[in-house]
């Protein structure tokens, strides 16, 4: 059955069937006390994904953010409490779960014998999970401590699994695994945002691993560093920049990229360059293009001398072209296309917009935890700016309570699904699976909306 998005059907929380007719999915998870009026969830039929969000996003221009961050130059933004109006309607979990939307590049590293050209694609797979940032300004819910978010693609071949598994610091661990099992990528990340006048830098902390069992292999990355520009005043802006390093830990190559600064002149925005070595550090080729775009790969010593005789800033490019493309390169990846409506819905993707769908096989599945189920986002999501800042508010006095009360009475909070423990190819702190999850019990999980 198809459902065209202007017949979308709508579950509400307080009514058992939806405008189409669909049995109700979940029940309410906490009191209905807590509502001044209904929420509404886009359902979808198994296998029917949405192409836009339930309402378009609010406009910013009325609001003055200057008023809230003057008095927090240089101090880390994850201890304050933001107004809504400057969120997207995701959590920083379903914000994580973005890594996944090239897994074909996995796919295909796990296709070829050459250590390599699968080093190619995982160099590609660690540059792509950044792309979904582009032009992404509005900022993602911080996840509540004991959140959870699940998501199964059988299109795509993976499921994953995060946990917000430490509040302060904010940690959010995550594991994803291929349907066949033929992949396994995890890893925990601690974004420390910071303002500094006119931007907000975000430092993602935490090791990023991939396996890939059928070459006995594992490689780690950490992801290079965020900043969004123009905070004050001007068109909002985003660069990456900083080192990228993926290893092999098996066969000790490594690539090695640079996300370069924007620059004084904004001839380096977006860029990302750097070389495949081997373990004695010779050079077996070179990578480049731009995170927002695509990337390519080409014989080193031909990328040298390109670099030498016609800088890149100087070399002629084609139309609706952004990165010169040196004659023999090989492209190894490209972004997919946002939405025409993208720009409507937060910038998001056709990939993002679908992350909080809830359809007919997560009736009575997936925990009371799950992000789909917050109350704030579900509120943003659908229009309701006021009630999302209230279901906002309430959430982290909430959770201000749950941790006072745990202190009183001396209890640690316990992780679910995940431990800490060193990663195991480069022995760095980490928070690794601890399975269970999947067997779907959850009978014990706390009360956090």
């Not at 459902?3 to 307080?14: E, K, M, V, Y």
């Not at 290079?224 to 993926?246: F, K, M, R, T």
């Not at 659908?382 to 009360?405: F, H, P, T, Y």
Request: proline fraction near 6%; charge should be neutral.
């Amino acid at each position: 059955m198809h459902i065209s998005n202007s017949a979308s059907c709508q579950l509400s929380r307080h009514n058992s069937k939806c405008t189409l007719g669909h049995t109700a999915l979940l029940d309410c998870p906490h009191s209905c006390k807590s509502f001044s009026q209904t929420f509404v969830f886009p359902c979808l039929c198994s296998g029917v994904h949405r192409t836009s969000l339930p309402s378009p996003m609010f406009s910013r221009n009325d609001v003055s953010i200057w008023s809230i961050l003057k008095k927090c130059i240089g101090m880390e933004l994850s201890k304050i409490a933001m107004p809504v109006i400057f969120n997207e309607p995701l959590s920083f979990l379903q914000r994580l779960t973005e890594y996944m939307e090239h897994t074909y590049l996995i796919h295909q590293a796990n296709a070829t014998t050459d250590s390599v050209e699968r080093m190619k694609c995982v160099a590609a797979f660690a540059v792509s999970a950044v792309a979904s940032q582009w032009e992404r300004t509005g900022k993602p819910f911080n996840p509540l401590l004991g959140e959870t978010y699940e998501l199964i693609r059988d299109d795509l071949g993976f499921r994953w699994v995060s946990e917000q598994v430490s509040h302060h610091p904010p940690v959010s661990a995550f594991h994803a695994e291929g349907l066949k099992e033929d992949f396994v990528f995890h890893g925990s990340i601690y974004p420390k945002l910071k303002f500094w006048g006119k931007s907000i830098e975000a430092e993602p902390k935490g090791i990023i691993t991939l396996e890939l069992p059928k070459y006995n292999e594992a490689y780690t990355w950490t992801n290079p560093s965020c900043c969004v520009h123009n905070i004050i005043v001007g068109q909002l802006w985003i660069e990456q920049y900083g080192n990228v390093e993926v290893i092999n830990h098996k066969t000790g190559e490594r690539c090695s990229m640079t996300f370069k600064p924007c620059g004084l002149f904004g001839k380096e925005l977006h860029k990302v360059e750097g070389y495949i070595q081997d373990k004695s550090k010779k050079k077996l080729c070179a990578i480049y293009g731009k995170w927002t775009e695509c990337l390519y790969a080409v014989d080193a010593t031909t990328f040298d001398r390109c670099l030498c005789l016609f800088p890149f800033e100087e070399m002629p490019l084609p139309d609706a072209e952004t990165v010169q493309v040196i004659p023999g390169s090989e492209l190894i990846w490209k972004i997919t296309p946002r939405p025409d409506n993208s720009a409507k819905f937060y910038a998001f993707s056709t990939f993002a917009m679908q992350l909080n769908e809830l359809d007919e096989s997560m009736a009575g599945v997936i925990p009371p935890t799950d992000s789909r189920l917050r109350p704030d986002i579900c509120a943003m999501e659908n229009g309701d700016i006021d009630l999302a800042s209230a279901e906002k508010k309430r959430l982290e006095e909430k959770q201000r309570v749950a941790r006072k009360n745990r202190t009183k009475s001396t209890e640690e909070w316990k992780t679910r699904w995940f431990q800490q423990g060193p990663n195991p190819h480069n022995k760095a702190q980490d928070w690794l699976y601890s399975k269970g999850y999947w067997d779907r019990k959850y009978a014990q999980l706390p009360d956090i909306y």
